[in-house]
């Protein structure tokens, strides 16, 4: 039984461009939720999508985004990159009716 | 959302018993109280979940007194590989209609086992 699984693991931008970040979900999940983790810091909620909509979001700016496809899987967008947003960006996918979220291991994402 | 509390680090030697305290004095009825563990450059990973008296699962135990105020991780006989990071969380997990409350982390609790 495969856990939450993000792509890429690592990744290299540099200002003003755009990533986009993917997760496919732990099997029988339909929520998927994002953080982001700078380090030294704990893990920032940035938004959750549940059935294909964003649910509820964090405080972070327009220029993230993204998307839950009907399959549960996800991706997280984010256009005009700054040097402050090098983190971690982690995926975490629960079951809305029941269960605590399970994290991915994260893709690193470097901003040169 | 209720907000936690928990020490920045705490040292211990492998084969003890260590107990991790987490006060979160303005936790709502629905909440749940859940305990996470980070490694460097990995996701989190849930270690238990409980809402009061005690859990226990294989790896830990999760003790919360009657008024619900603070909660206690206990790791019993802890090895090298239990140095990490451990967060407390409280929330209630599941919302109204579906999906899933959002998680607040603090800055956890900085757990380094020596030999």
């Known amino acids: 039984d495969a856990g939450v699984t993000q792509s890429p693991t690592h990744l290299i931008k540099t200002r003003g461009q755009q990533v986009t970040l993917r997760c496919s979900p732990k099997?029988?999940?339909?929520?998927v939720s994002w953080y982001q983790q700078a380090l030294g810091q704990g893990p920032q909620f940035i938004f959750q999508?549940?059935?294909?909509?964003?649910?509820q979001r964090g405080n972070f700016p327009d220029r993230f985004s993204g998307h839950q496809f009907p399959n549960y899987s996800s991706e997280l967008n984010v256009n005009a990159l700054l040097l402050g947003d090098s983190a971690l960006y982690l995926c975490?996918?629960?079951?809305?009716?029941?269960?605590?979220?399970?994290f991915g291991d994260g893709t690193r994402l470097s901003i040169l | 959302l209720a907000k936690t509390t928990q020490p920045i680090s705490m040292d211990s030697y492998e084969g003890q018993e260590v107990n991790i305290t987490c006060s979160h004095n303005?936790?709502?009825?629905?909440?749940?109280i859940t305990w996470y563990q980070q490694f460097p450059s990995q996701g989190p990973r849930f270690i238990i979940q409980g809402y009061k008296t005690k859990v226990t699962n294989e790896v830990a135990s999760l003790f919360i007194p009657a008024d619900r105020k603070s909660s206690t991780l206990s790791l019993p006989r802890v090895s090298l590989s239990d140095t990490a990071v451990y967060y407390c969380?409280?929330?209630?997990?599941?919302?109204?209609?579906?999906?899933?409350?959002?998680?607040?982390f603090g800055t956890g609790t900085l757990l380094a086992v020596q030999p």
């Open positions: 975490a996918s629960s079951a809305s009716w029941s269960g605590p979220q399970h």
């Open positions: 999508y549940y059935e294909e909509e964003e649910r």
């Open positions: 099997s029988g999940h339909d929520t």
């Open positions: 303005n936790i709502a009825t629905n909440d749940y």
């Open positions: 969380l409280v929330g209630a997990p599941h919302r109204y209609g579906g999906a899933t409350n959002k998680l607040i």
